[in-house]
């Protein structure tokens, strides 16, 4: 049975995809020049930037929060999508050869959305968006300490987990912003 919950990760997801392949096709494959430590603080500023405007209560760039959010999900799969590339991989690569690698992050990332779900019995939907933010820049931190440690953690999950939880609390906070609602 498919819960409220996954089809609203669905629908969300397929509006991040959309535009993903709408930004391929106008700039092609230009970050995958990024190292992975640039693509973290291209999330952190977008997470840095929805924290400033929710502590102001205004903003004077029209972009709206969502936005930001969207494009937190899409880094962060570009992250995963980068570091599961091999290092002779072209930066000149077509979106139908992303198009599956896209999915499929986004298909690993549900599927550890659904199992948290079970076991926390979907308690995000009682958080504020403010703390999921903080959580997200918490998470931010974390991967740039990992990356500073050349990737090696003692007990810690890698990067790669770290993305995929920021993709999920964004996806959260855009639930709980109305983005889940699909029109039917």
């Given at each position: 049975m498919v819960t409220q919950t996954e089809k609203d990760y669905q629908h969300i997801v397929s509006i991040c995809q959309e535009l993903f392949?709408?930004?391929?096709?106008?700039?092609?494959?230009?970050?995958?020049?990024l190292r992975l430590p640039s693509i973290t603080d291209q999330i952190f500023i977008k997470a840095q930037r929805?924290?400033?405007?929710?502590?102001?209560g205004s903003q004077k760039v029209e972009d709206?929060?969502?936005?930001e959010f969207i494009g937190i999900i899409n880094y962060c799969i570009i992250a995963l999508i980068q570091m599961r590339l091999p290092a002779d991989?072209?930066?000149?690569?077509?979106?139908?050869?992303?198009?599956e690698l896209y999915e499929k992050e986004a298909?690993?990332?549900?599927y550890l959305l659904m199992n948290k779900n079970h076991d926390y019995?979907?308690?995000?939907?009682?958080?504020?968006?403010s703390s999921m933010t903080d959580i997200i820049l918490m998470k931010l931190?974390?991967?740039k300490q990992i990356e500073d440690n050349k990737g090696k953690t003692l007990v810690s999950e890698g990067v790669d987990a770290g993305y995929q939880d920021i993709i999920n609390y964004s996806v959260f906070c855009l639930i709980k912003m109305g983005l889940g609602k699909k029109a039917e």
């Open positions: 392949e709408k930004k391929t096709k106008d700039y092609g494959t230009s970050w995958r020049i929805i924290r400033s405007i929710q502590e102001k709206p929060i969502a936005s991989a072209p930066l000149d690569m077509p979106y139908e050869d992303l198009k298909s690993n990332t549900l019995g979907e308690a995000w939907r009682d958080m504020r968006v931190f974390r991967i």
